[in-house]
């Protein structure tokens, strides 16, 4: 006769449809009084008691069990539900884009617990192959967070993907800028385009495609104030992006920018044309107030301008593949740069907090500054 196990070592029982052994034991009582049951598997009977000794070992030591058949691909697609309110719709999309894209594809079958950093190692090494640096970072960022979610709901003990670094991925697509004289093209092939006003405000002012997509009337000025001391010129208020909460990349990039001429008659001609769709469209219209909006008035986004440019490019004789409306901001630069305007100047014109993002991100647009202390230095010292 066997002998009977002392209260408190569990039990020990074969199951038939699982074609295992299942150790169990009760560790306490929920507030209702349900008995909380801890339970170990295995193919023999050590094993199970093995198993369920590591499992009373992480009770014991506080580390909740995790749920052994949760896997990556419902950790990624509870983080894209629930764990990305507050954010923009374009960052959420884009979010759920990668991850159903790239994640839930590689790596959702395996289980969350399972999960090890040489799998992460391995997946981001693969991805680096085909994918840029920058989308490596993004796809590590999803999966990071979608882990660190599963792991605060004890999911999942530890984040492996923490553990791990992101490999250098193949170059990004290069940016590069207008010449002056296909920039001259570009405004040209625009003008009988609804895209006109976008593009010359873009061109000449430097400002960032997202803060033109989300430009109110509220915050432009057409005709200035003549009679201030000093006199103030027609201007735009670019204060508001995109981002979640209307903010800015910094306070810097909250500014109010004078207009050009060819700006200014630009969004005259841009504001009657509206005129006209809101009156076509009656009822229908959506009073959003946005400076470039659809025939219906509702705000564009970045496909509806980046589709439009291109047809403008191909006008202007250009490849529409090589040129998308963030390049009209290089150009910006590239054109003020070309004519001896300072460095220190370029970068309050675009909304750098200072002059190192101007540097590191639009140099190939900037003249050598270096040559011209030369220039000033044989100028002030001239020989004979």
Not at 261 to 290: E, F, P, Y
Not at 352 to 361: A, C, P, Q
């Amino acid at each position: 006769m066997s002998k009977r196990r002392s209260r408190g070592d569990g039990g020990l029982h074969w199951d038939e449809a699982r074609q295992r052994w299942i150790a169990s034991v009760t560790t306490g009582y929920t507030p209702a009084g349900k008995r909380i049951v801890r339970r170990g598997s295995g193919k023999t009977k050590t094993e199970a008691k093995n198993k369920l000794k590591e499992v009373l070992r992480d009770h014991e030591d506080g580390l909740t069990v995790a749920p052994q058949g949760f896997t990556v691909a419902q950790a990624v697609t509870d983080w894209l539900s629930y764990g990305l309110s507050g954010v923009a719709k374009g960052t959420a999309d884009k979010c759920g884009y990668l991850c159903r894209g790239h994640i839930i594809p590689d790596l959702g079958a395996r289980k969350l617990r399972d999960l090890s950093a040489e799998d992460i190692d391995r997946w981001l090494a693969d991805k680096a192959k085909r994918l840029s640096t920058r989308t490596l970072r993004e796809l590590y960022a999803c999966l990071n967070r979608a882990v660190n979610r599963a792991m605060a709901r004890d999911k999942v003990k530890r984040n492996v993907v923490a553990l791990c670094s992101i490999p250098k991925g193949q170059d990004g697509r290069p940016s590069k800028s207008l010449t002056l004289d296909q920039a001259k093209a570009v405004l040209a092939a625009a003008e009988d385009t609804r895209l006109y006003a976008y593009v010359v405000l873009s061109l000449l002012t430097g400002a960032r495609t997202e803060e033109l997509r989300a430009l109110t009337w509220e915050h432009v000025d057409l005709d200035g104030r003549p009679d201030d001391d000093p006199p103030a010129p027609p201007s735009m208020e670019v204060w508001h992006s995109v981002r979640a909460g209307g903010d800015t990349k910094t306070r810097k990039s909250r500014r109010t920018l004078a207009l050009p001429l060819r700006c200014v008659t630009a969004l005259r001609k841009h504001r009657q044309m509206q005129d006209r769709d809101r009156k076509r469209a009656g009822v229908d219209w959506h009073h959003t107030g946005n400076v470039f909006a659809s025939l219906a008035g509702t705000e564009l986004d970045a496909a509806n301008v980046r589709r439009a440019f291109r047809r403008v490019a191909k006008l202007a004789g250009l490849n529409p593949g090589d040129w998308t409306p963030r390049e009209l901001r290089h150009s910006f630069v590239s054109v003020l740069s070309s004519s001896g305007v300072s460095l220190e100047d370029i970068a309050d014109l675009c909304g750098h907090s200072g002059t190192t993002v101007t540097e590191k991100v639009y140099r190939h647009q900037l003249r050598p500054v270096l040559l011209n202390g030369a220039v000033a230095m044989d100028r002030i010292f001239a020989l004979g």
